[in-house]
Structure formats: structure tokens, C-alpha cells
């Protein structure tokens, strides 16, 4: 078989072709490659790799703020209780001392309203000297008039 010039130079074209293509293809290749690496390295900036570190940094920023925040709150919690025992013992303590007064109100209400008959002959014995006594001349209404 013989090759013809018009042959070698259509093969040798194609070969060129096929270089340059598989040229183009490292170079893209080599390119990408190259971006890759800079994303995955720092580069003070733009790289998704400080991009990440920034990400972290502010995550661990937050999560700092957040346990501030708990640790308030839990500050906060603690005074709640606190003021509600307060709140307790004292709302114990006046009920106490209403239940005294009611009792004391109780006894003195007691100790009046029993004793009206008394306080009613004391005012008579007030109003009428010779009350309950019969001296002869006055007859009180302590005493029998029929006698």
C-alpha cells in the first residue's frame, strides 16, 4: 500500500487536529485544576476556603452569644423563682394575720351582739339611776309591781 502525498497530509492534518484539541483539553483541564486549588487555599478573600473559615468564625461568634444569652436568661429564671418564693412566704405570712384579724373581728362581733341584754341594762342602769333596785318609792321594771 502506498501512501499518497495528498494522504500523508490529511493524516498529518488530522493528527494536528486532534493535538490541538487534546491540547486545548489539558489546558482547560490544567485550568480548572488551577481554580480548584486556589478556591481550596487561602487567598485572603475571595476563596471559597475563607470563605468557610468566615463561616466558622462567625458560627463560633454566635454560639458564643447564644451561651451568653442562656446563661442570662438562666440568671433571669433564677430571680423569678426567687421573687415568687418571696411572694409566697409573704402572702403566707398575710394571710396569717388576716385569719387573726377575722378571728379577732369574729370574737369581738361574738362578744357584742351576745352581750346586747348587758349592754342594753347597762345603758338603763345609765339612764335611770335606781335601775334594778327598789327603794320604796320607785319602782323599777327590774321589779315585781304586783308585790
Known sequence: MHITPDQFGAAVGGLIVMLGALGII???????????????KHDHGSSMKDASTRTEEKVDSL????????????????EIRNNRRHA??????????????????????RDLSGGQKDLASQLDE???????????DHVT???NQED
Do not use: M, Y
Not at 489539558?26 to 481550596?40: H, P, S
Open 26 to 40: 489539558v489546558a482547560k483541564g490544567w485550568q480548572a485544576l488551577a481554580d480548584i486549588r486556589g478556591e481550596v
Open 63 to 78: 454560639g458564643a452569644a447564644l451561651h451568653a444569652v442562656e446563661t442570662g436568661l438562666g440568671g433571669i429564671r433564677d
Open 88 to 109: 409566697d412566704e409573704e402572702h403566707e405570712s398575710l394571710r396569717d394575720e388576716l385569719h387573726e384579724l377575722r378571728g379577732s373581728a369574729d370574737r369581738t362581733h
Open 126 to 136: 345609765l339612764t335611770n339611776p335606781c335601775a334594778g333596785w327598789d327603794f320604796g
Open 141 to 143: 321594771s327590774h321589779t
